[in-house]
């Protein structure tokens, strides 16, 4: 029972290996122009203490598939 389960579950991974993956949606890149804002946060002291703030990232303009970007002013 245990030999003909593992051989079914290595079969279906073989198999779902080899299934193309699914299309992904294109994205018109002017979409991303503007200010985008948010919070981070994580572990970045070394006492490994939570540390957060906000951020701001402004993309300005489409260059081909390049995004340059700047950071705002606080």
Do not use: C, F, H
């Not at 245990?2 to 299309?23: C, K, Q």
């Not at 992904?24 to 804002?37: A, C, E, F, I, K």
């Amino acid at each position: 029972m245990t030999r003909t389960l593992l051989v079914l579950l290595t079969g279906l991974a073989v198999l779902g290996a080899a299934l193309p993956a699914a299309p992904q949606t294109s994205v018109d890149p002017r979409s991303l122009v503007g200010d985008w804002t948010g919070t981070w946060s994580g572990r970045v002291s070394m006492r490994g203490s939570e540390n957060s703030g906000e951020y701001v990232l402004r993309i300005t303009k489409v260059e081909e598939n390049r995004l340059p970007s700047e950071r705002a002013p606080r």
